[in-house]
């Protein structure tokens, strides 16, 4: 019994480490203050995702700003190089950072759905730059980041901000996901990628330098397991060592 809910709270924190792996970030900043509601979370699916965005995006703003990032995940945030969209968000009255979305948001559907709910011109931005300046009355833009490096990136967000805000002051709002998961490695046995060298001196000998162990998956897992399952299981030995009295006292007059 004792092993069984011990290899249960084991495969229940694997589970969940590795479901944060197939995610993508969702980020939503504005000049003006707006509620988050029911995104006011950390793990969220993409049906309640569009639900809440659907409230966030209540067409109060002259513009909404839907930007595609692909292959975007969370820890690719919290790592050098996104200083410029950390700035973004972080300089904005309002902001919202959702790191697991349980799936790919369909960030184009999205846009479309948002123009037809706030009655709003939708431009895409990577077919003409320019149809922004003919806008007339409030607008929905669909920009999909090209591929290139975190500054380049940050750059084509900036630039973009900047001519909305150009037009429409600080009434516009920013919505910030991936449409496409980042497929992070899976086999744990699988042959380590090395450094490329056309004329190799020596090769590598030894386990360790052919095959990799450990994921981030199963180390998060282990990590967990070690901290929750000890506190968990004590509590559970300390219930079931409970014993009902075998004698009750005599009765003194």
């Given amino acids: 019994m004792r092993a069984t809910v011990l290899l249960s709270l084991l495969l229940a924190s694997l589970y969940e480490v590795s479901a944060v792996e197939n995610t993508s970030p969702f980020l939503a900043w504005s000049p003006q203050e707006f509620s988050p509601r029911s995104l006011d979370t950390q793990v969220i699916s993409v049906q309640d995702l569009h639900e809440g965005v659907n409230d966030l995006a209540d067409c109060s703003h002259k513009a909404i700003l839907v930007i595609d990032e692909p292959e975007l995940h969370a820890a690719d945030l919290g790592r050098g190089g996104r200083n410029k969209l950390k700035n973004q968000v972080q300089g904005a009255e309002s902001s919202l950072q959702i790191p697991f979305v349980n799936g790919a948001v369909d960030l184009e559907t999205l846009a479309e759905r948002l123009s037809q709910k706030c009655n709003a011109a939708l431009v895409n931005d990577n077919v003409d730059s320019g149809a922004l300046s003919s806008v007339k009355g409030p607008v929905v833009i669909y920009k999909k980041l090209a591929a290139g490096s975190a500054d380049e990136k940050d750059e084509a967000v900036e630039e973009i901000i900047a001519q909305i805000h ?88």
């Fill in 166 to 253: 150009k037009k429409y002051q600080n009434d516009y709002l920013v919505l910030y996901s991936s449409s496409q998961i980042k497929e992070l490695p899976t086999h744990h046995f699988s042959p380590r990628q090395l450094p490329e060298d056309p004329t190799p001196t020596t090769k590598p000998s030894g386990l360790f330098h052919h095959y990799t162990f450990f994921s981030q998956g199963i180390f998060m897992g282990l990590l967990i397991a070690v901290i929750i399952v000890p506190i968990a299981m004590m509590g559970i030995f300390w219930n079931l060592s409970v014993q009902q009295p075998q004698r009750f006292e005599k009765k003194q007059n």
